[in-house]
């Protein structure tokens, strides 16, 4: 391990590497309650991984922590190399804007406001300027299959369109990673064949690494490496 600038940095081919992550709420007091007890997680750059377990589990939790949403009560975390414990909340939020790409089952897109402006969203945040967002959003609304909706509001679109949508969202400011929390939960069938579909070429094409949160054994069973979580442990498959 080396020290740079003041800050923990480790030297791994991991672009997440999580060592003994516990997670307690109500900490202190008689309704304490640890959801994660120890977690060690590597994934490397460029892996295709499920997360999976069931309701109650704590994936959500761990999502959570991974995607620097939450942070862990104790353990160590580190994205790129860099310690995200040591990193404060304005820092925090700048990576997760630009290093993660979200993915959620209920699509999260802002109502009212067409496909472009769904996508452009992160770039505003990252500081883009608007020619460059829109240029960028109608780009990735064409990889998504989504060029002749792009400028349809939520309520026009159906649930796969959505997520279609949302995913081109997740890859505006090109993350290191797309956290997809149960991604085709709320799709029928063939539908969420499709989805998996594009986070295939994302994998394969973009080389993106991807990690998907689900209680489907046949969803995981579709990507590289499959991770089981139970009562708030990795454990063996």
């Known amino acids: ?17 999580a060592e003994n ?13 640890e959801i994660l007890h120890g977690i060690n997680l590597d994934i490397k750059r460029g892996e295709f991984v499920s997360i999976v377990g069931q309701s109650g589990s704590g994936k959500s939790t761990l999502m959570n922590i991974l995607g620097l949403l939450d942070r862990p009560t104790s353990g ?7 310690d ?23 699509y999260n897109l802002i109502a009212r406001t067409n496909g472009i402006s769904n996508v452009e969203l992160p770039m505003l945040y990252a500081g883009l ?33 959505k ?20 991604p085709t939960g709320a799709l029928d069938s063939k539908t969420g064949h499709m989805v998996m579909d ?21 969803l995981a069973a579709e990507t590289s490496r499959i991770i089981h979580i139970k009562d708030g442990e990795i454990v063996p498959a």
């Open 76 to 82: 160590s975390y580190f994205m790129n190399g860099q």
């Open 198 to 218: 594009i986070f295939h070429r994302l994998h394969e094409e973009e080389k993106k690494t991807i990690i998907l949160i689900t209680h489907s054994n046949e």
């Open 163 to 182: 997520q279609r949508v949302a995913i081109a969202r997740a890859m505006a400011n090109d993350p290191d990673v797309i956290l997809a929390d149960e």
């Open 84 to 106: 995200m414990n040591a990193a404060p909340d304005k820092a925090l939020a700048r990576i997760r804007n630009k290093s993660i790409g979200f993915v959620f089952q209920n």
């Open 21 to 33: 992550i516990i997670k307690t709420y109500n900490q202190g007091t008689e309704n304490e309650l």
């Open 1 to 17: 391990m080396q020290i740079i600038n003041g800050n923990r940095t480790i030297k791994s081919p991991s672009v997440i590497h």
């Open 129 to 161: 300027s608007p020619r460059a967002r829109k240029e960028r959003a109608i780009e990735l609304l064409h990889m998504v299959g989504m060029e002749n909706r792009m400028d349809h509001t939520p309520d026009e679109l159906s649930g796969g369109q």
